[in-house]
């Protein structure tokens, strides 16, 4: 059974850091391109970055350009978003999702967990 | 950026049929997929690559693409379907994941 718990939500100050972690199981990370997906409240799904099922391969959103980083360690089975220089508007529910291959669907998504940037 | 356009809401009575639309340039050109979100979860797939039902979704749901328009169709509508759906494609210009704006489905 598929499953992608995250951890790591909070409340942080704008201009801070804060790093999320996604661990799964189920699946291998080498055979999914992974990816984070946000929500801000009340507002509409929104891609944020993906990584690849080989790794090789890493994108980003525009908004989040140049302050968050995706990686894996495959030996943990664990996703990571680490976000710097942290804006009011980042402020949402972050979700890690999966899409098999080399897919363009998210297939299964975590709970999510919530960032609240605020001083 | 590729944007896709959905309605912000769709009211439907019970038995009837909803249709969501998501608009974007020469989308029929591209592979779609349709998620549905209920208050507090998270998403779920309910048709992928335009008009493939995954499984566990019920027939009622179906999809369609053509021209500058996707659409999502879902048959006898039951008070269970009110959620909001979102429509997504992986745009490869910019090699970036598109989602629509979402449409708030409200069964009366």
């Known amino acids: 059974q598929v499953q992608l718990v995250e951890s790591g939500g909070g409340v942080v100050q704008p201009g801070r850091s804060l790093r999320l972690s996604c661990v799964v199981s189920g699946f291998s990370l080498h055979g999914s391109a992974m990816h984070w997906i946000r929500q801000a409240p009340g507002k509409g799904l929104e891609w944020v970055t993906r990584m690849s099922y080989d790794g090789n391969d890493i994108y980003y959103g525009d908004s989040v350009k140049g302050r968050f980083t995706i990686s894996r360690d495959t030996s943990r089975s664990t996703l990571h978003l680490q976000m710097n220089s942290l804006r009011r508007d980042d402020t949402a529910i972050y979700y890690c999702a999966r899409t098999e291959g080399d897919a363009t669907n998210v297939d299964d998504w975590g709970q999510g967990t919530l960032v609240t940037v605020s001083s | 950026s590729y944007d896709l356009t959905q309605p912000p809401s769709v009211s439907v009575a019970p038995g009837k049929t909803a249709t969501i639309t998501c608009g974007g340039g020469?989308?029929?050109?591209?592979?779609v997929h349709w998620y549905q979100q209920r208050p507090g979860q998270a998403p779920i797939m309910v048709i992928l690559?335009?008009?493939e039902r995954p499984l566990g979704i019920p027939e009622r749901f179906s999809g369609s693409n053509a021209g500058t328009t996707a659409t999502l169709t879902i048959n006898r509508v039951e008070v269970g379907d009110e959620a909001d759906y979102y429509c997504q494609l992986w745009d490869a210009v910019s090699d970036q994941w598109v989602f629509g704006g979402g449409t708030k489905l409200t069964v009366l």
């Open positions: 690559h335009d008009s």
């Open positions: 020469d989308i029929g050109n591209k592979i």
